[in-house]
């Protein structure tokens, strides 16, 4: 029977012949493969069957392979709770010349090894074979080498943020990139739904927030009309896609700044009694921001409530980032607020507004999820996003949030990926895949109760001139590859890194994801 190995000492390095990303915890290759063919079958044991539909869904198309479900094996799914040490996520996995098994504690576990396993195959068997393209089968066969793998993974937050607010992606592009996401082991997508440029969420009781907040004129002057929203049907296909992968899906709502573009639906909501604005046009923080009387509570709630219905999971980000204060110091509705509340002033507001919400938050059973800005805006029982650096995370933490990292130096990857001028343009300054690499969510240096807060860390990709799903592709990669490979693995070690990742370039390459790369740096349109 198959035994797991309770320390997670990193085993012999998998080294380029496998190029695994994320590294596994340990790997040992062993003599011969094991052989694929259209008999080969697939016996998923009780519990496991979600991993086997997994497993065909993402092979077939591109092998022609249909692993017919099949008693006997020789490949072999099985859950076996008892495997306490593999975790919430971790498998074993063992390949041999006529069997494979895999193994977990959790069905999650078997989706993660799922990924593994397609990694193991030649290249091509990532490639899908849309539009009805026959599979191409390469010219050895499929097969993959013997190993044993036990894996699990450091951090149980391994996410990215994708910025549909400022550039509209259609859900077919979601979807693509959820399998992106779940390849590596990528546990999370958090969307940025809404913004001062836009709002994506249609919510049935406020309409008029995706049909007037989900269009603007232009775009910093580019004077192209750009608008967007989803249907609920698409999101909840999204969702119950995502699920199939083990990615669960964070809606943010923003609040109370980022938020023009609900002011524009709703002028009611603002501090400016009769002032009209359009949803925004430039980049930057806005000053517009939601007045703090009652009625603007109701509205979070409800919107809140509409969210909540459709997303299942336990998170909901309510941003928090970015909100001045100018309107409500010369809000008398603000001044009553702070009246009323015994607040200090108008920048108190800002926390007594997240408190609000929190406590909505916790009436629907949900989590709320916030940027730490500042520092001390967060009401306690906030999880914070650190988008600041390190410094900032710990001092979360260790005022008891449970965080998440996000340091923009080295996880926004909307700075350019080199210095080279032929670069697409970004924010001002550079995030190279090295810096990427270097993201470390949890330094050894701090206290035992921050580091223990750390949930894990996360990408962000905003689109304020990112606009299609290329120029989104190529910001992505690689430099995703190494957080997704900092968020899984304890083993930090950057020639290993890059030795894998050449590898992994030709998994990215059939499944046409064209990211940087040391020879083609730049995209070409
Ligand atoms: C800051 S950090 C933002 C976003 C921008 C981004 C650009 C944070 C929570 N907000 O609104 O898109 O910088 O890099």
Not at 143 to 172: E, K
Not at 275 to 287: A, I, N, Q, S, Y
Not at 315 to 340: K, L, M, N
Request: aromatic share 8%; net charge neutral; proline share 10%.
């Amino acid at each position: 029977m198959l035994s797991v190995a309770a320390t997670r000492h990193p085993g012999p390095r998998p080294g380029p012949e496998l190029g695994l990303v994320p590294r596994p915890d340990s790997v040992t290759v062993q003599p011969g493969r094991f052989a694929l063919d259209h008999r080969t079958g697939l016996r998923a044991g009780p519990g496991a069957q979600t991993a086997a539909a997994l497993l065909r869904e993402l092979l077939t198309p591109a092998t022609g392979l249909p692993l017919p479900p099949d008693s006997a094996g020789p490949i072999t799914f099985l859950l076996a709770p008892g495997e306490e040490a593999l975790g919430a996520e971790g498998y074993a996995l063992t390949v041999r010349p006529e069997a494979v098994l895999l193994v977990a504690a959790r069905p999650d576990g078997l989706l993660r090894g799922v990924q593994t396993l397609r990694q193991l195959l030649p290249p091509e068997a990532l490639a899908a074979a849309a539009g009805g393209a026959q599979p191409r089968t390469p010219a050895a066969g499929w097969s993959m080498p013997c190993v044993r793998i036990t894996d699990r993974p450091r951090f149980a937050w391994r996410g990215a943020m994708l910025d549909v607010a400022r550039h509209f992606q259609p859900v077919t592009y979601l979807r693509r990139f959820v399998d992106l996401l779940a390849l590596h082991k990528l546990n999370v997508l958090h969307l940025h739904l809404t913004d001062d440029q836009g709002w994506r969420m249609p919510i049935a009781a406020y309409p008029r927030l995706t049909g007037i907040g989900g269009r603007r004129t232009e775009s910093a002057g580019d004077g192209i009309p750009h608008q967007g929203a989803y249907t609920r049907a698409e999101l909840t296909g999204l969702l119950a896609y995502a699920a199939r992968r083990g990615v669960s899906v964070v809606p943010e709502i923003e609040m109370p700044g980022h938020a023009r573009a609900a002011l524009a639906a709703y002028p009611r909501l603002g501090n400016r009694p009769g002032v009209r604005l359009e949803p925004w046009t430039r980049w930057g923080v806005c000053e517009n921001v939601l007045g703090v009387h009652d009625g603007v509570l109701d509205f979070c709630r409800a919107v809140l409530d509409e969210v909540a219905d459709v997303f299942p999971g336990p998170y909901v980000h309510v941003g928090g980032d970015e909100c001045p204060r100018t309107e409500w110091e010369r809000s008398p509705a603000a001044r009553a607020r702070i009246a009323a509340e015994a607040l200090s002033g108008p920048a108190a507001l800002h926390g007594w507004f997240l408190g609000e919400i929190s406590a909505h938050l916790a009436r629907l059973g949900r989590r709320p999820l916030g940027w730490t800005d500042t520092g001390d805006e967060l009401p306690p029982a906030f999880t914070a996003l650190a988008w600041r650096d390190a410094e900032h995370g710990r001092a979360a933490a260790l005022r008891g949030h449970d965080v998440i990292m996000a340091p923009y130096r080295s996880t926004y990857l909307d700075y350019p990926q080199s210095a080279d001028p032929a670069e697409p343009r970004g924010q001002d300054g550079v995030l190279d895949l090295r810096g990427a690499y270097e993201n470390e969510p949890a330094p050894a240096h701090w206290e035992p109760e921050a580091a223990r807060r750390v949930l894990g860390t996360q990408a962000q990709l905003w689109t304020e001139y990112a606009r299609t799903p290329a120029e989104l592709e190529y910001l992505a990669f690689p430099r995703l590859c190494a957080l997704a490979d900092t968020a899984w693995s304890t083993h930090r070690d950057w020639p290993d890194f890059r030795r894998r990742l050449d590898h992994h370039r030709t998994r990215l390459a059939a499944l046409g994801v064209r990211g940087r790369s040391p020879q083609s740096p730049l995209l070409t349109p």
